[in-house]
DNA sequence: TCTGGGGTCCTAGGACCC
DNA sequence: TCTGGGGTCCTAGGACCC
């Protein structure tokens, strides 16, 4: 048995915490330049706010019905969600973190009624941390996840579901009758594995709700769409295909990507972009202790906007593996220039670390000399790397930068939060000097 | 003016091998 | 004329997830 403890809206729910006037408001949450909508509360997915909404086409909201718009702040997010991780594990043996605001917890051996155990946890969390959360428990991890689906619309839709299984809703414990009824009125697309494509195709030969697919033959979607989804369809049935992953694996690629806020021509501000994502990228590849065999860096136009369209991607490898920022933006900018073409409004760049090994010590500071060619003593580049992470990490992300990366040359084309608060909230944040404090 | 940023897994097809 | 039958590795692309 399995439960999936969900945080409703987390990134709304977040924000809400800090200002609890904004709990009855519709309320979404933006991307990176602030983009599109990437949290949605209850009240602004009434409104018809679709999940990725570009801000362009929803900004009139403020005005018609008083939506309100907040820049993300994934760093408030991520240690909101390490509070929340810490109490949900509390519900049974074992729990994988499966993303910011999801966790499934292993219930194997627990006692007693699930459901009233698990209402106690959604009040604990809800009154320690002040995320409200829906937990569905089933026989398997995608059971479980249908039933947080069904937990959350009982919730939010009266009358699509039976009340009592809003915000907690246990599979196992339902009659044959509703099981059924409750598996037919769920649409085939809520199902963990069935995306917008394979929805489409399930629907066009028959199989509409989630009732239809546990029924369908394994074999035959085998054949037509492969051993996932067979594996889906085996869970749906109550066969666990799928185990807790409770150890995080490490990362195979790691990639960091933006989008410009305006769109950028010449090469100077593309390098120092790529300069700036490789060195984050770093930070990541060195926390797992690994090493990058290889470098991609593209570039791209945006295919939203008319005029020329160029996208263009370089895999360069490295002499040997390294996790040494230096090196690595060093290999990075090179690829830029070798795809760089004049003449484009480019849109986005981004970095990925490719062909990830494990952090091997005998290449580390033994046969390093000391000494440069003057005498002078000089750091080896481990160390170097290990005191930029202790310092960025101790002083928050880019306090310290290789120089020779070319940043701080000029202001930021990607922006990150401090220069993209929306501008009514940088204001009421700064009028409030206790909070600052 | 303005459209996110990460990841994973699977499959098909080509190249190459014996 | 007749032209096998596996294997493996790699890559690109599709589909999905949050």
Redesign the pocket.
Known sequence: MYALVDGNNFYVSCERIFRPSLNACPVVVL???D??A?ARSNEAKALGIA??A???KI?HLQESAGLVALSANFTLYGDISQRMMTIASGLGPSQEV?????SFVGLHGVRGDLSKRAHTMRERILQWIGIPTCIGIGATKTLA?LANHIAKTAERKPGVYPLELAQVCDLERLSPATLKDVLQRTDVSE?????????AQLKASGIETVWDLRAASTSALRARF???MERTVRELQGHACLDLEELP?N?????????????VVSLAPLIEAVSA?TSRAAE?LRRQHSRAGQVLVFIRT?P??PGPQYSQSVTLPLLRPSADTSTLVQTAVMGLQLIYQGGFAF??A?V?LLELSDEDLEQGELAFDQTNDLGAQRVHPQQLMRALDQVNQRHGRGTLTIASSGLGLGPKI?SMRQERLTPRYTTAWADMPVARA
């Open positions: 991307s990176n330049n983009g599109c990437i999940m990725g570009p801000w362009f900004q499966y993303s910011i605001d999801e996840k199902v963990w594995g069935v995306g917008r494509r394979i929805s492969g051993v996932v694996a990362k195979k690629e790691i990639a960091c990507t933006r989008s410009f806020g305006q769109a994502f990541k945006s939203f906007r849109a986005k981004g990925m990607w």
